[in-house]
């Protein structure tokens, strides 16, 4: 089921295993990434999913005052969530790749359930679904 697409990011619920893919397509402005994260928050919690797949292959380097609002604003948020996994793949942007680790290994919000990073979306679906998280 498609949730959301536009030409930025494109949303997608896999409804029998349970799987919530979004995929970015490029650039966007602030306001439109700050939406996005607050729309993936509001469906994992609307259709109770259990596990993501954050695609962020096209997503360039964040702006510093993004990256602040995600570590500060989202991150908490997204550990309340009720995922069992998560999987990121890496951005092919050098300097957004650098950053991934301060919202994965963040110490004031370490996040509750597994998290993993891949270069390739059959790889991270099939770690999704293949094991039975606990």
């Known amino acids: 089921m498609i949730c959301f697409d536009s030409e930025y990011l494109h949303v997608e619920l896999y409804e029998e295993p349970n799987v919530l893919v979004t995929q970015w397509y490029g ?13 993936f928050n509001s ?3 609307l259709y109770d999913v259990h596990f993501a797949i954050a695609d962020r292959r096209l997503l ?3 702006s510093k005052e993004d990256l602040i609002w995600t570590v500060k604003e989202f991150l908490p948020l997204f550990c309340n969530l009720p995922l069992k996994r998560f999987a990121v793949l890496n951005s092919f ?10 919202f994965l290994k ?3 919000y370490p996040i509750p359930f597994e998290s993993q990073a891949f270069d390739d979306l059959t790889s991270a679906y099939d770690w999704l679904t293949s094991v039975k998280a606990e």
């Open 27 to 39: 650039k966007c402005t602030s306001d439109q990434y700050r939406e996005a994260l607050i729309r």
């Open 43 to 45: 469906l994992v919690r």
């Open 60 to 62: 360039p380097a964040l």
């Open 93 to 102: 942007d050098e300097i957004a790749e650098e950053l991934l680790p301060q």
């Open 106 to 108: 963040n110490t004031n």
